[in-house]
């Protein structure tokens, strides 16, 4: 446990010299904006319509893409900035390695969708102030965290498949946002709602309404991508020569 904390840190380190931290930040802001600048009136008239309408807009567009650059990202660059031979030469076992950076893109993608909710929040307040009651603001903070939890399991399995490719961030963005948008039209009807992971993300959250039965078979979707995701990455550390490049020449 000490180790993995450890390779945290180390990893943390290395992404304060990078400037994707900020352009994810421009973007959650400029999201939160856009959406407030789309229908300003209504906003202002009915209390916690931002906080919800902000949900939908930053899964479909912002937070999937986003949080599987980023994930994509933190293993590519071991291999672009050829620093993977030198990892081989001390005592770090590779899948605790990219276990760490899992564990650090998952925390991303709840500091990214509770950054949105604090932005909306005080947008509230502002608006509203006293009006904006504290059931509410407990039932978005909830869904908002519900929110990031369900999209890194949702991109999980495109940051496995893309991360151990060349230039595999780039792909890892592209892709997902074509997976993120088709969530919008998976939402339309109840089956494809229930199984098509973003799509899922929203019933996990509460945000759409579901039966119990609905919710959980949403969740063993999510929790299905992330056993999906560890497993590809154990492939990939067992193949010959440990290089993931042979399981993916193979698929």
């Known amino acids: 446990m000490k180790n993995q904390f450890l390779l945290l840190q180390i990893e943390w380190k290395k992404l304060r010299r990078s400037t994707i931290l900020l352009i994810s930040v421009f973007a959650v802001i400029l999201t939160a904006v856009f959406v407030f600048a789309a229908d300003p009136n209504r906003y202002t008239e009915h209390v916690g319509w ?22 994509s990202y933190l293993i590519c660059r071991e291999t672009e900035d050829d620093t993977l031979k030198s990892l081989r030469l001390i005592p770090i076992h590779p899948a605790r390695l990219t276990t760490v950076k899992l564990l650090l893109t998952f925390l991303f993608a709840l500091v990214l969708s509770l950054l949105l909710f604090t932005i909306t929040c005080l947008t509230e307040l502002f608006l509203h102030g006293t009006a904006l009651s504290f059931p509410l603001i407990l ?12 999209v890194f399991f949702a991109v999980s399995p495109l940051i496995a498949f893309c991360a151990f490719r060349k230039n595999g961030q ?9 997976y993120s948008i088709g969530g919008l039209f998976a939402t339309i009807s109840d089956p494809y709602r229930t199984y098509y992971p973003i799509a899922a993300i929203f019933q996990f959250s509460g945000y759409y309404p579901a039966t119990l039965k609905n919710r959980l078979l949403s969740v063993m979707i999510l929790i299905s991508c992330g056993m999906f995701t560890f497993f590809f990455l154990w492939m990939c550390q067992k193949c010959k020569r440990e290089d993931p490049h042979h399981i993916l020449n193979m698929i």
């Open 50 to 71: 931002y906080m919800d309408e902000v949900q939908p807009w930053s899964i479909f567009f912002l937070l999937p893409s986003i949080t599987a650059l980023f994930g």
């Open 170 to 178: 780039w792909a890892a963005l592209i892709v997902t946002e074509i």
């Open 139 to 150: 039932r978005m903070f909830l869904q908002y965290l519900s929110n990031g939890i369900g």
